[in-house]
C-alpha cells in the first residue's frame, strides 16, 4: 500500500514538474494549408495572443497543405505528446469524417481538444446578373430554373463546397444545379462576378469585400440570427429566419494537440487560449477578417469536442446524401 501511495505522489510530482517546464522548447502551430488563407491568419494572430500567457513562448506557424487539410492533421496526430506541436484546423476537423472514407486518423479519438478559437460567417451570394434582389425572390428563381443554373465552389471538402451541400439539402431544391467546382476561392468568385457561375456561398473573410463593392448579390447569411453587429451585413436574413429550420453553419476554427499530451500542459494551453480569447487586440484583428471570437462552453476541451462530434453527424449525413467524397 505504502509502494502504491509513494508510485501515485512520485507521478503527481512528475506531471507537476511537465506543467512547470513546458513549454521547454519552441511550440509549432501546423495549419494544414497554404500561407495566406484564412485559417492561417487565424493561426498566425492567435499564436502571437497566446504567446505571453505562455511564459513568452517562441511559438511559430508550420504549413503543411494537402489532401484537404488531412497531411496536416495527420502530422500532428503522429507528433510526440508533449504539447510542442498544435494543430489550428476549420470545419475540416468535422467535414473529413464524411468527405474521406479512409483516413489515417480518427478525428475524435486520436486529439486532444484544446477549445474553439472562432466562428466564421457565412454569405450566400449570386451573380449581378441574376434577376433577384432579395432572398425569397432569390429563392424563387433558384426553384424555378435550378436545373439550369450551376453553383461554384472552391474545391472538394471548402468552406464554399459544404456551405452549398448543406444549402441545397435544407432548401431541398426540386431540380438540383450544376455543381462547378473550382481550384480556390479567386477563380470562382472571378466566374460568379463574370456571370459564368450563379451561386456561391462562403466565409464573410472571402465575399465581404465583394458585396461592399456591389460586385455580387449578396441574399442572406447563414448563422443562425442575423449578425446585428456586422456594419456591412446586418441587413441581411439568416437563413434560418428565411425558413430553413436549425440552419446554422459558420467555419469554425478550433485548436488541438496530440492524443495523450499530459493534461497539465492540455490546461496551461487552455488556459493561454482563454487569456488570447479575452485580448482586445487578438478580438479587433478577428473581427477585422469577419470572425467572431468565441464566448461560450465551446472554450473548454469538453464543450470543443462535443461540438465537433455533432458537427460530424451533421455534416456526414449531408455528404453522403450527396454521394461527394474526397476518396
Known sequence: MKKLIALAVTAAVAGGAFAQAFPSKPIT???????GGPTDTVARQLAEAMRKPLGDATIVVENAAGAGGTIGATKVARAAPDGHTL???????????????????????????????????????????LPANTYRDFENYIRANGGKLNLAHAGLGSASHLCGLMWQSAVKLDKSMTTIAYRGTAPAMNDLIGGQVDVMCDQTTNTT???EAGRVKAFAVTTAKRLDDHKLLKDYPSLQEMGLKNFNLTIWHGLYAPKGTPPEVTKKINDALQVALKDPEFIKKQSALGAVVVRDNRVTPAGHKAFVADQITK?????????????
Open 87 to 129: 494543430l489550428v484546423w476549420h470545419i475540416g476537423m468535422a467535414a473529413t469524417a464524411g468527405l474521406y472514407r479512409k483516413l489515417q486518423y480518427k478525428p475524435l479519438e486520436d486529439f486532444e481538444y484544446l477549445g474553439m478559437i472562432n466562428d466564421v460567417p457565412m454569405t450566400l451570394l449570386g451573380s449581378p446578373k
Open 29 to 35: 502551430i501546423v495549419v494544414p494549408f497554404a500561407a
Open 209 to 211: 469585400s465583394q458585396i
Open 315 to 327: 455534416l456526414k449525413t449531408v455528404i453522403d446524401a450527396a454521394g461527394q467524397y474526397a476518396d
